[in-house]
């Protein structure tokens, strides 16, 4: 059974910094992919930082471009999503989703984080 745990988030003031984590644990033979994605209130949820668990190749929304970064501890399998100059706009619950084939499995299959609230605002 594979568990994904997410931490980090919370209140911050514009121009701040957050850093999230996301850890998946239990029977992993391969992660693939990890990715940040988050849900404003109202809005669908989006796409918002991608990184290739095997090269390290990354991908970013633009409209976070230049201020979040996307990194992962292989040994870990951990990915963080370093939020800097933090926007009200980038109000939103954040979710890790990870690609990740099971020891017991021949597939991969998708894993969500639980969620977790970042607030910006003065």
């Known amino acids: 059974q594979v568990q994904v745990v997410e931490s980090g988030g919370g209140l911050v003031q514009p121009g701040g910094s957050l850093r999230l984590s996301c850890a998946a644990s239990?029977?992993?033979?391969?992660?693939?992919?990890m990715q940040w994605h988050r849900q404003a209130p109202g809005k669908q949820r989006e796409l918002v930082a991608h990184i290739n668990n095997n090269n390290g190749g990354t991908t970013y929304a633009d409209a976070v471009k230049g201020r979040f970064t996307i990194t992962r501890e292989y040994a870990k399998n951990t990915v963080y999503l370093q939020m800097n100059n933090l926007k009200p706009d980038d109000t939103a619950v954040y979710y890790c989703y990870l690609s990740i084939r099971p020891q017991e499995s021949s597939k991969p299959s998708a894993y969500w984080g639980q969620g977790t609230q970042v607030t910006v605002s003065a």
């Open positions: 239990g029977s992993i033979d391969t992660i693939y992919i």
